[in-house]
């Protein structure tokens, strides 16, 4: 048997220790040899006081929640000394843990209300516009600077064009579009929508398919044609009741419906199998007579 003190044995060899059959001696003169004997005198050896037997087990449960813990943060530690040897940063400081590290090392990011990290060429953030980003008609400003006072800011080459909106925790907020699609679901920053068949499209083509949202700040959020977002007419302010979130219909769309349906519900020679097939047929006769995609 070890010749450790069980006092600075972890856990597990504590545990081992007590179930080894040898006598120990607590501060009592008792000799205790069967395990919950020995691990309360150890306790009792340590905290001056003879623990019940539900105090025990709270004993060994609280020291290990405290190794684990532990060793957490070693692992986190020893993690970070790797990777910052590694990729150039400074070293750990005597006695410094992983927290204090990042804290002298790292610039703090801003952060989202959330508590996500802001990334530099983010949009759809409330902005404090300028003079000059309020004079323009589109100000789709990204994040790309942060003052030394901590303020995240759009800046162009010469001048600061907008400075971040935050919560009272200092939190960035993000632009919260109110405005309704057709659909009635909102208009959000980034995401994929349609124009409405018929609707207003500020010069938008009908046939422009997929429009991707590059700014949601009024009722007609600005939008670009996903096939050609630096085009000539790149960007169009267009009313949210224009847009929609479902695809267009199109014969293609409704023969791969049919094509669907078939697959899971006609039973294969049933007269709806049959029907369902010549209706399909005649679709894809439509779409070549048209000029329409196979």
């Not at 150890?42 to 709270?58: K, R, Y």
């Not at 409330?126 to 000059?132: A, E, F, G, L, P």
């Not at 919260?176 to 409405?196: H, R, S, W």
């Not at 422009?208 to 302010?237: A, K, M, N, Q, W």
Request: proline share 6%.
């Amino acid at each position: 048997m070890t010749d450790k003190d069980p006092k600075d044995m972890t856990v597990s060899e504590q545990l081992r220790w007590a179930a080894n059959g040898e006598p120990y001696n607590g501060i009592d003169k008792n000799i205790w040899t069967y395990p919950t004997g020995k691990i309360r005198a150890l306790a009792e050896a340590v905290t001056g006081e003879w623990p019940s037997d539900n105090e025990i087990f709270s004993i060994v449960a609280d020291k290990i929640d405290a190794e684990l813990a532990q060793a957490r943060e070693l692992s986190l530690r020893r993690g970070a000394e790797l990777w910052a040897k590694s990729n150039g940063w400074p070293d750990f400081r005597e006695g410094e843990d992983f927290g204090a590290w990042l804290e002298r090392c790292a610039i703090p990011r801003p952060r989202y209300e959330d508590g996500e990290v802001v990334q530099f060429g983010d949009g759809g953030i409330c902005w404090h516009n300028t003079i000059k980003a309020l004079g323009s008609d589109f100000a789709g400003w990204v994040a790309n600077a942060v003052r030394n006072s901590g303020e995240l800011i759009a800046v162009t080459e010469v001048d600061i064009v907008a400075v971040a909106e935050t919560n009272a925790d200092g939190r960035v907020k993000r632009a919260v579009c109110k405005a309704l699609g057709a659909d009635g679901l909102p208009i959000v920053y980034g995401e994929t929508v349609f124009l409405v068949p018929g609707a207003y499209s500020d010069g938008l083509p009908p046939d422009c398919g997929e429009l991707i949202v590059t700014d949601t700040r009024t009722l007609s959020p600005v939008v670009v044609p996903r096939i050609d977002p630096f085009g000539e007419h790149g960007l169009y302010r267009v009313p949210a009741s224009s847009l929609t979130h479902t695809p267009p219909d199109t014969l293609e769309r409704l023969r791969d419906d049919i094509a669907e349906w078939r697959a899971d519900c006609a039973n294969p020679g049933s007269g709806w199998d049959a029907k369902t097939a010549e209706w399909a047929d005649r679709i894809d006769a439509i779409i070549r007579r048209t000029g329409g995609a196979e």
